[in-house]
């Protein structure tokens, strides 16, 4: 699952040819609504409910109802720069961000990347911009094998061995 970046989407295709594509909901919903910030307040609220209309469709119906409401909400006419950014951007990769389209694929019900990018913040506030590449690794390292030696020592612990896994730690092993 990634935002819609080009460059890492061809990257992810390279590298794994026969992988599906899906995009954050989270970040299209966002990236829509941001255009629609752009119109006129007395449309602006409805445009923007289309928008999560749209990305959340449970069936073909619902999509090309929303499709229509907000094409008429923005005059009717393709033209409209908004509605043609969205035919040109969004409408081609359907598969990749609208649900009804993304159902047959299996996400356990993860439709956005927030948990990724929220472990890629963490690691930032562990690491210093001016580190080299080799710090970096080691410090990587470092913070991986201390949460290893938290999670090793917490399922040992008296009381603890019950079958179940820590679960405080499955957050640091993930980085």
């Given at each position: ?14 590298e ?9 909901q989270?970040h ?34 619902e999509y ?19 509605y ?16 009804y ?33 080799d ?14 030696d ?14 179940k ?11």
């Amino acid at each position: 699952m990634t935002d819609k970046a080009m460059h890492g989407k061809i990257v992810l295709k390279e590298e794994f040819p026969q992988a599906r594509q899906l995009l954050c909901q989270w970040h299209v919903v966002t990236w829509l609504k941001k255009q629609a910030a752009r119109l006129a307040s007395s449309v602006k609220k409805q445009v923007k409910a289309m928008m999560g209309l749209l990305v959340y469709a449970r069936s073909k119906m619902e999509y090309d109802e929303a499709r229509s409401t907000m094409k008429e909400l923005l005059g009717g006419d393709e033209p409209h720069p908004l509605y043609k950014t969205f035919l040109e951007n969004w409408e081609n990769s359907q598969e990749e961000w609208v649900s009804y389209l993304r159902g047959n694929v299996p996400h356990l019900t993860n439709n956005t990347n927030n948990r990724i990018e929220s472990k890629w913040g963490k690691i930032k506030d562990a690491i210093k911009g001016t580190s080299s590449i080799d710090e970096l690794v080691t410090t990587l390292v470092t913070l991986q094998e201390y949460a290893e030696d938290q999670y090793i020592a917490e399922y040992h612990r008296v009381g603890s061995s019950d079958g179940k896994e820590p679960g405080g730690f499955k957050m640091f092993l993930t980085l």
